[in-house]
Structures are given as C-alpha cells and as structure tokens.
C-alpha cells in the first residue's frame, strides 16, 4: 500500500501540487487522471522519488520516504517496477536481455536463473518464443509487453505505469490493460497508472483520483464515476459523444428505478 499525504511541489514561484492526499491498495489498479498539466505526472514523479515534495510525505507500507536515507531509498527502488510511456526497450538487445537487464543490475541468481526467470516473464504476458528478436522487429503492442515483463522480472511490490497505452491502438489497448489488471491480482501489487485513455478508466479503475490544476479534485471508483455530480470530472470524462451516452443511459436507468 502507498500512501500520500498532504503533498505540495512549487517550481520556484509556481506550485504545480496543492495538498494531495490519497491512499493506494495493493491488489489494486488505481488511475491517476487529468488534463495535461494538471500535474499527474509531477504526481507519479513525487511518489517514485524522481522529484521532492515542497511539502507532505509519501509512505511505503507505513515507511516515510521523505525520512530514508540514501541506501534506504536504493533499497525500495528495487521493489518497483516502471513502465514508461514509450516501452524504454534498449534497441541493441534483444528482447530476452531487454528482460533480463534488470535481473542482471539487481539479483544475485546464477545466469540460468536469471534466464529462467526472464523466459517466465516472456511467457507470462504471452510472449514466448520471442526472445530473440530486436525491439526493431515486433510491434508497439508487444514492445509494451516486454516492458512489463521487464517491469515484473524483481517481482516489484509496487508497480507505476505512465500512459502505458499511449501510441496503441483500442483493441491492443485492452490487452495491456487487461493484462496489467491479472498480475496486479496475481502478484498483490500496489499499481499506479498515470492516464488519458477513458477505456482504461472505465474497464479497470478500481481506484481514481482525478486531478485538476493540482488540487485533489475527486476521488471514486470506475462505477462512482457514472453517478458522479462533479462537473469538471464530468466535463473531463464524457467530453466524447461515446461516454456522453454512457452518463445519460445511467440518469435514464437511475430514472426508471426511482433512484432520482
């Protein structure tokens, strides 16, 4: 579990973070959205350590990151695991040492065990049998699986994603977010996801915070979001026609079952 409290970030007389709080469960996808520059970025950048916090605390089961030493921070990054915007793949490795590049910097397994593990990866996000090829030679969509196999080869406790379906198309889209949605199940993790995609919102935001101009706007489920009377998440959410009918077909059944 991560939480964050009270957190504020100014870049010299601009502050971009206006007290955020919120609490992120393990075994939980939970989205981070917003316009661009609403601050969701500098967000997942404060929680990770990338930036500091002007003000407040992010804590990692219960441990303050702001009070860590050095080492005890180097320590914590090797239980995270990052999938970045674009896959991050380095071009002259091949996909199974793509794979295996975090195990080789952090594990002290044999080679045999590093592979292994790194094979297993492969084939858990359905990619065996790939390992010999260049990022160059597969797809944007299974670039990104190969980031999360990397993302998943230390078995990280807390995982962050960054537009992990940014360039994708809908249908390969889905896969990914289905596909981070089970091994957040099944590895219990604590999942963030940074996001513009609604699609994701709606199919696995079990947790959201929605943020505007850097104030914690609100705060819900993909099921409160429907109901939700907040006008700028509203206006955020169902500005396409697609989630417009999606609200009103839920005032029209909320209608018809005296709910309102």
């Not at 989205?31 to 990770?48: E, H, P, R």
């Not at 990619?127 to 190969?146: C, H, T, W, Y």
Request: aromatic letters at 8%; proline letters at 3%.
């Amino acid at each position: 579990m991560i939480e964050i409290k009270d957190i504020h970030k100014s870049f010299e007389d601009k502050e971009v973070l206006k007290g955020i709080s919120s609490t992120f469960e393990n075994g939980k996808t939970s989205l981070i959205i917003g316009q661009s520059g609403s601050g969701k970025t500098v967000l997942m950048k404060c929680i990770v350590g990338l930036f500091e916090p002007t003000e407040g605390d992010v804590l990692y089961d219960g441990r303050s990151f702001m009070s860590m030493t050095k080492r005890e921070r180097a320590l914590l990054r090797r239980e995270m695991g990052m999938i970045f915007q674009s896959a991050a793949l380095f071009d002259s490795m091949s996909v199974l040492e793509n794979v295996m590049f975090p195990l080789d910097m952090f594990s002290s397994d044999s080679y045999k065990e590093r592979r292994r593990r790194a094979e297993f990866c492969l084939d858990r996000v359905n990619l065996n049998g790939a390992g010999d090829k260049f990022p160059g030679e597969i797809s944007g969509g299974m670039q990104k699986r190969v980031a999360i196999a990397r993302a998943i080869a230390l078995k990280p406790r807390y995982l962050f994603c960054d537009e992990p379906n940014s360039g994708l198309d809908p249908k390969t889209s889905l896969v990914i977010d289905d596909l981070i949605h089970e091994l957040t199940v099944e590895y219990n993790t604590t999942t963030i996801i940074n996001t513009h995609d609604m699609n994701s919102v709606m199919g696995i935001g079990e947790h959201i915070l929605y943020i505007y101009e850097g104030n914690p706007e609100w705060t819900g489920t993909k099921e409160e979001v429907v109901s939700s009377n907040n006008e700028r998440l509203n206006n955020f959410i169902f500005a396409s026609d697609l989630f417009r009918k999606v609200k009103e077909a839920e005032l029209e059944r909320e209608k018809a079952e005296g709910i309102i």
